[in-house]
């Protein structure tokens, strides 16, 4: 996979390069080009930025740099534009999973109020355009996003992750939060492993885990309960 992000920071991006994902660059498993937007601009200022139509508080980002640095980084082929935006559809590991299969992403990363939207408009003509919000909070800009976005896409990738199975059984994959996890030392400041964690009953083990997964979601998610297929959940989950 090749990941593109535009940023007037890119030393935002720099933590990407780190540990387990920088390792996965290393080894040839994506690339990751991180671009200065002001390497488009022409003036001594190199401005990316104006003030907004219609007036109102803050700064839209020009489309004229935003045109032209899209134009060179996607002229020889058709990736899949990722805007970050709070106005966007919701980030979820399922669009995650989406973006996991694609061969070029290109992330643009925004700042001040926002790209202008004609750039987002120009730029549909020709490659898939997706606006999307990690959250239902505001950041500052969209570097912190793309960050979440191409950490949760490259540990799908295949190779990445040291164990596979880890992806198959995190948060989420099974449509579920992840139950409680334990380690070494069985007792611990006089907390003990559940016993059934110790018992060497696989089948037993399994229940135990799924059933935790059931009740955590039940209480703090109960919304991803709704959304499960239909017959995701069993006779004995159902009893839960
Ligand atoms: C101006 O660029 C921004 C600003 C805030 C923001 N918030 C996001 C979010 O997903 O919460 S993406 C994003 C992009």
């Known amino acids: 996979m090749r990941i593109d992000v535009v940023t007037i920071f890119p030393e935002y991006l720099d933590p990407l390069r780190q ?19 002001r390497a488009w601009t022409h003036d001594v200022h190199k401005a990316v930025d104006d003030s907004p139509y219609g007036g109102g508080p803050g700064m839209v ?10 134009d060179e980084l996607c002229a020889s ?11 966007g559809r919701p980030f979820t590991q399922a669009v995650a999973r989406e973006y996991a299969a694609q061969p070029w992403l290109v ?5 001040y109020e926002g ?3 004609r750039v987002l408009d120009d730029a549909a003509r020709r490659m898939p355009v997706d606006e999307v919000s990690i959250g239902d909070y ?24 040291g164990n596979p199975a880890s992806a198959e059984q995190d948060s989420f ?23 059934v964690l ?43």
């Open 19 to 37: 540990a387990l994902l920088g390792r996965a660059i290393d080894r040839g498993l994506l690339t990751l080009d991180v671009h200065d937007l």
């Open 61 to 70: 980002m020009k489309p004229q740099v935003w045109g032209e640095a899209l």
């Open 77 to 87: 082929g058709t990736p899949r534009l990722v805007v970050p935006t709070p106005a």
């Open 107 to 111: 992330f643009a990363c925004g700042r």
């Open 115 to 117: 790209i202008d939207q």
């Open 138 to 161: 505001v950041l500052v800009g969209g570097e912190v996003a793309v960050m979440v976005m191409v950490e949760a896409v490259a540990r799908l990738l295949p190779g990445v992750l």
């Open 173 to 195: 994959s099974d449509g579920l939060l992840e139950g409680p996890s334990y380690t070494r030392p069985e007792v611990w400041r006089d907390l003990a492993v559940p016993d």
């Open 198 to 240: 110790r018992s060497g009953n696989h089948g037993a083990i399994d229940r135990w885990r799924r059933d935790q997964a059931l009740a955590r979601t039940f209480h703090r998610r109960p919304d991803l309960l709704d959304a499960l297929p239909e017959g995701a959940l069993d006779k004995h989950d159902r009893a839960q």
